[in-house]
């Protein structure tokens, strides 16, 4: 597996790679890797020839006050866990490599962004898909493999890569999650013990919600406070950031579940914010 810190170098190896018809999927990551990522390699490695993980914390998808800085690394464990699973390539740049001091040019989809982790995160969004667009331009994939937990990161992407009639094909994977039904994230560590016993409560209520759904409840208010009801009973360390009922694709607020529709949800437990969502109906 070859290290390259520079999208100089990361381009000019991919160059060589597609010129006699290699073919190349891409991992976009921040690192700190769990099985979740794992899977998302794994995945990628079976897609193409050529797989390039990508590992970098990228600044501009932090807001002031978050958790950038304190942010969980570890390079060199990383590292071997990405050679461990085929990658060809790990990039693994510094942030001045990627924006310039003046750095001025964005890319957003500003409709899918504004709600869900868009309230509380207004420029998140925009930073994901700036830097997902070098991370694409530079290593040409032709696939590139992302998590379903993040659904909007993974819709707004979709939606880039559409408009901006861009030559990749989006893969998303199923959220990888502990025994006890907890996704899997980088900012787990945050957790207090007591925190963490509760913490799986969040994909309980979920769960209760998507039964009640299909059942037949249909009302998105009535589902949304069988949720919170839950939560309050059996989830007290939690702090709600959102809880929305949307259209899977175009993420708009549904008032009924007559069809497609997803809930999704942020809780903050002391340092960490944990998302994670449901399909109620399909």
Not at 137 to 159: E, H, N, P, T, Y
Request: charged share 20%; proline share 6%.
């Amino acid at each position: 597996m070859q290290i390259f810190t520079t999208p100089q170098q990361l381009a000019a190896q991919c160059r060589a790679w597609h010129a006699p018809g290699d073919d190349i999927a891409l991992v976009p990551t921040m690192g700190y890797y769990h099985a979740g990522h794992e899977d998302l390699m794994a995945h990628g490695r079976t897609l193409a020839k050529r797989l390039v993980v990508s590992l970098f914390v990228n600044p501009a998808q932090f807001g002031p006050g978050e958790d950038l800085a304190a942010y969980p690394r570890d390079a060199e464990r990383d590292t071997a866990i990405a050679a461990s699973h085929g990658a060809d390539a790990i990039f693994m740049p510094e942030p001045g490599s990627m924006y310039e001091a003046d750095h001025a040019t964005w890319v957003e989809v500003p409709e899918l962004a504004r709600g869900l982790c868009g309230q509380t995160r207004p420029t998140h969004f925009r930073g994901v898909c700036t830097v997902v667009l070098k991370l694409f331009m530079l290593s040409m994939a032709d696939v590139a493999v992302f998590g379903q937990k993040d659904w909007q990161q993974q819709a707004i992407i979709r939606r880039m890569v559409r408009d901006l009639n861009l030559p990749v094909c989006i893969e998303t994977r199923p959220t990888v999650r502990e025994t006890d039904g907890l996704a899997l994230s980088s900012r787990n560590v945050y957790l207090s013990p007591e925190e963490r016993a509760q913490a799986p409560q969040i994909r309980q209520a979920l769960l209760h919600a998507q039964k009640l759904a299909q059942e037949g409840a249909g009302s998105a208010s009535l589902l949304r406070e069988a949720v919170l009801r839950r939560w309050a009973e059996l989830l007290p360390l939690g702090r709600l950031d959102y809880l929305s009922i949307v259209h899977p694709e175009s993420l708009e607020p549904l008032d009924e579940v007559t069809g497609p529709a997803l809930m999704a949800c942020a809780v903050r437990m002391g340092k960490a914010r944990l998302i994670d969502n449901i399909l109620l109906r399909s």
